[in-house]
Nanobody, 126 residues
């Protein structure tokens, strides 16, 4: 089992930045992927970004590409999501998730993630 704990959410104005962190309770293996998903009120949970430790490959939703950056460190226990140029539509609860046996074809699908954090609220206002 892996517990994931997010931090770094908050309120920011349009165009501002926030950095989310996700810390895993133990070291994970090279096939492990850590992803960020978000859910706005009345909407389904959607993929935001993911990083797969093997090769350091990163993946982004089109809606955040060029504005958000996912990274990882600390012996495969911590992932970050740097969010810049925030927009109103980025407002949501952001969840960190872990997929212990990730493959590239399913890395954007929340169904394949076994571990989830509690979520952190990000609110962007004008």
């Amino acid at each position: 089992q892996v517990q994931l704990v997010e931090s770094g959410g908050g309120s920011v104005q349009v165009g501002g930045s926030l950095r989310l962190s996700c810390v895993a309770s133990r070291r994970t293996n090279s096939r492990f992927a850590m992803g960020w998903f978000r859910q706005a009120p009345g909407k389904e949970r959607e993929f935001v970004a993911a990083i797969r430790w093997s090769g350091g490959h990163t993946f982004y939703a089109d809606s955040v590409k060029g504005r958000f950056t996912i990274s990882g460190e600390n012996a495969k226990t911590t992932a970050y999501l740097q969010m810049d140029s925030l927009k109103l539509e980025d407002t949501a609860v952001y969840y960190c998730a872990g997929d212990p046996g990730s493959i590239l074809s399913t890395i954007r699908d929340p169904q394949y993630y076994d571990y989830w954090g509690q979520g952190t609220q990000v609110t962007v206002s004008s």
